[in-house]
């Protein structure tokens, strides 16, 4: 089952949505065992911003027909925080992961800015440290200048990708925000910009009503106004999505959106995906992704 | 802090009583001891993700009640989707089981008394809180609802309670129970877990004599070990802490209020985890 993504070996094509799961809360929880059996075969860090973020107010969840809706807000240290703070954790944790595998875990930085000049300093930030493999380049963030989401648009997308292409030397994958037009051509307008891959779907925009009390106005549950849905219901959103631009890139893809089972990552492999990322999944279960790797080594044609 | 084994684990149910309004929950686990306070994240095996409009989805957070005889009991009331398929549950079916997680509470110290305040299905922790508390005089203060609820009581001994029809024991609120008892003897160490109005009482009175207290709060939480960051509470000083693994047990130092989120549940709430 291993596989090559951006000149990195994984053991399999199991890893992590960004955001998804903290390793270094996953460790306190369940101890040296998540070192032995680590579910995945590269870890993604939640996103990085240069300054850090409390994230949003609660109520930050909503279940929703097979389905959760989150507004988290981003919370995150900062870069510095993430440099000094949990990268040398991290780090720590994938050598350890990789020694029980008997292979590698690569580390990949998820970073997000409002405008190039600041996704220009994240990645010199992180272009030192040699423990980050790759880059996750976030850009469901509004432009600081446009107000416009930086990956909803293909021009201004190309554009980003085209001038922080230079700040780095590592594999820079670009998420794809799902919230566009047509994003067979985002993840061209990536391509075309210098990215090594681009990775989808995030979560699909979703707001959420509070229980209605008597004649009380309707007003937003989540503290944010609203979020983004993740979860089985996105499946067969992200099945659609990943095709599109499997079809419409050269590049690798890396598939995800509600994957429970092997099944649903042979899935996305089977139109076009090179890796695929388990997210909402290994909340019911933190072992899932390792769960859903031994699965798809059983699949047919696997 | 009790390191859960990695990954859910499948337990058998052994059994499921009644108790008023509420449900005992057990189920044999040879796992590792929780302390009092900690939480697991429990689903049924079956039916679960099927159901009406395709929910419940997570598993969902309960207090560990208590751990005796090689079994787990969890407390719960029906207020929704997960509550209900977890109601339905009979014995010889499968529970998913991740935990114990989170933080749990700590013994008091200075020779105080320890006095517990629970509202609703929020005693639960309280129980194994009791079973464990070797001090030599311990206070149990429980307020519910109704008579129907108040039946819960039998989960602790020697419960004082409160009700707020005023079926049983003290009419009123259980945080007046507690002003009583601080009054008589205030050389106490408090310890809560209810309501988000309840809890925030009890800070407020801690607060005010300067009495340490431990909350254990309640958050939507669809992971319950940091992965999903979405059992967010304000921290005092600012920031959010995450109840999953900074709580469920937290200082009332800690917070500046108690968020109308971060209790027990009182009623049902379509989508709340």
């Not at chain 1, 919370?75 to 720590?92: H, S, V």
């Not at chain 2, 005992?24 to 409009?53: C, K, N, S, Y």
Request: negative net charge.
């Amino acid at each position: 089952m291993s596989v090559s993504f951006c000149g990195l070996e994984l053991a399999h094509p199991i890893v992590n949505g960004s955001g998804t799961f903290d390793a270094i809360a996953a460790r306190r929880a369940f101890g040296e065992e998540l070192v032995r059996a680590f579910p995945f075969a590269a870890y993604v860090s939640k996103t990085i911003t240069l300054e850090p973020r409390a994230g949003n107010p609660p109520p930050r969840l909503w279940e929703a027909s097979a389905g959760l809706i989150n507004s988290i807000g981003l919370p995150n240290k900062g870069l510095d925080g993430y440099l000094e703070e949990d990268l040398p954790r991290l780090a720590e944790l994938c050598a350890a992961a990789a020694a029980a595998l008997g292979g590698c875990v690569p580390l990949i930085t998820n970073v997000m800015g409002a405008s190039a000049e600041e996704i220009g300093r994240l990645l010199d930030g992180c272009e030192p440290h040699e423990e980050i493999a790759a880059l996750e380049l976030n850009v469901s963030c509004p432009n600081v200048s446009t107000g416009l989401d930086i990956g909803a648009d293909p021009q201004q997308l190309e554009q980003v990708v085209r001038a922080v292409r230079p700040r780095t030397r590592k594999p820079l994958i670009v998420k794809l925000t799902p919230n566009t037009a047509d994003v067979a051509l985002c993840a061209r307008a990536a391509e075309a910009g210098g990215a090594d891959a681009v990775s989808l779907i995030n979560t699909l925009r979703a707001a959420a009503l509070a229980p209605r009390r008597a004649l009380a106005q309707a007003r937003p549950w989540l503290g944010a106004g609203s979020g983004g849905l993740s979860g089985p219901a996105i499946r067969v959103v992200a099945l659609a999505q990943v095709a599109a631009v499997a079809e419409s890139v050269e590049i690798p893809v890396v598939g995800m959106g509600g994957v429970r089972s092997g099944a649903d990552a042979r899935d996305l492999i089977d139109v076009g995906a090179t890796l695929v990322a388990v997210g909402t999944e290994s909340f019911s279960d933190p072992a899932a992704g390792g769960r859903i790797a031994r699965e798809l080594a059983r699949e047919p044609g696997s | 802090m009790s390191v859960a084994p990695f990954g859910r684990r499948l337990l058998e149910i052994t059994g499921i009583e009644e108790l008023g309004a509420y449900v005992v929950l057990r189920a044999a686990d040879e796992g590792p001891r929780a302390e009092p306070g900690q939480f697991a994240m429990i689903a049924a095996a079956d039916g679960w993700g099927g159901g009406e409009r395709q929910r419940p989805l997570l598993p969902r957070a309960f207090s560990i009640a208590r751990q005796t005889h090689g079994e787990t009991h969890f407390l719960l009331e029906d207020v929704g989707p997960g509550t209900r398929r977890l109601a339905e549950l009979r014995a010889g079916e499968g529970l998913w089981v991740t935990g114990p997680l989170g933080r749990g509470f700590s013994p008091p110290q200075d020779g105080r008394r320890a006095i517990l305040v629970g509202g609703g299905v929020g005693i639960a922790p309280l129980a194994i809180l009791q079973d464990t508390l070797t001090a030599p005089a311990t206070t149990v203060l429980l307020g519910f609802r109704d008579a129907a609820r108040a039946e819960g009581a039998a989960l602790l001994d020697g419960a004082l309670l409160a009700s707020d029809d005023g079926s049983v024991g003290h009419h009123g609120l259980v945080t007046e129970l507690l002003h009583e008892e601080l009054d008589a003897d205030p050389h106490a160490a408090v310890y809560a877990c209810g309501p988000a109005a309840m809890l925030e009482t009890v800070r407020r009175i801690c607060a005010e004599r300067s009495l340490p207290a431990e909350l254990a709060l309640e958050a939507g939480m669809a992971c319950g070990f940091g992965a999903c960051f979405g059992c967010a509470v304000a921290r005092r000083g600012g920031g959010y802490l995450r109840v999953c693994v900074d709580g469920p047990v937290l200082d009332a130092a800690e917070l500046d209020s108690i968020d109308e989120h971060a209790g027990a549940p009182s009623y049902p709430i379509a989508g709340h985890m």
